[in-house]
T-cell receptor
């Protein structure tokens, strides 16, 4: 099964709060889990990615938490800012080859001032 | 800017029209991709070209016809489309279609079929 399930579909967070987006996958052969950020009128851009040999990766205010046994991973945005308002896609693939990436359905995040 | 440019940004076409979407990358990449993005659906990979050769075609209807004349340009020719084909069409490129490289996306063409 190739599907990547993402939730919630939309999320509203107050400025300064923590935004959490969750994803689950089924194919245990996946070994690369990127998150993409897409602003209106723009294409998706790679935000942060993780491989299953670590349980957490942090880059600035963005953190990926990875639970291999549960086949779940999540994106945490600390101190959320209005500029973080965008659609976020999780994805999974075998290797980071762009032709093999399976995307989640996206989460529309709105940060309220 | 990501270095991947798509034109036009918006396109409205009738079901009997023929139009083409264009994608150009200035990153020196040798793999290019077409994706379809519909509301509330995951990004769908349509075609993959590596070194100007089509290496993947994900069961896309024949009313979509890709063309890759060189490693910097990719086209998507459209004819006799249906209203359900209305979507954002995204082009992407990467250094290699099989290797450990990031995909860079263009801004997309918003297509409306009437």
């Amino acid at each position: 099964q190739q599907q990547v399930k993402q939730s919630p579909q939309s999320l509203i967070v107050q400025k300064g709060g923590i935004s959490i987006i969750n994803c689950a996958y089924e194919n245990t052969a996946f070994d690369y889990f990127p998150w993409y950020q897409q602003f209106p009128g723009k294409g998706p851009a790679l935000l942060i990615a993780i491989r299953p040999d670590v349980s957490e990766k942090k880059e600035g205010r963005f953190t990926i938490s990875f639970n291999k046994s549960a086949k779940q991973f999540s994106l945490h945005i600390m101190d959320s800012q209005p500029g973080d308002s965008a659609t976020y896609f999780c994805a999974a693939s075998r290797g980071s080859s762009a032709s093999k990436i399976i995307f989640g359905s996206g989460t529309r995040l709105s940060i309220r001032p | 800017e990501t270095g991947v440019t798509q034109t036009p940004r918006h396109l409205v076409m009738g079901m009997t029209n023929k139009k083409s979407l264009k994608c150009e990358q200035h990153l020196g990449h040798n793999a290019m991709y077409w994706y379809k993005q519909s509301a509330k659906k995951p990004l769908e990979l349509m075609f993959v070209y590596s070194l100007e050769e089509r290496v993947e075609n994900n069961s896309v209807p024949s009313r979509f016809s890709p063309e890759c004349p060189n490693s910097s340009h990719l086209f998507l020719h459209l004819h006799t489309l249906q209203p359900e084909d209305s979507a954002l069409y995204l082009c992407a490129s990467s250094q290699d279609s099989r290797g450990n490289t990031e995909a860079f996306f263009g801004q997309g063409t918003r297509l409306t079929v009437v």
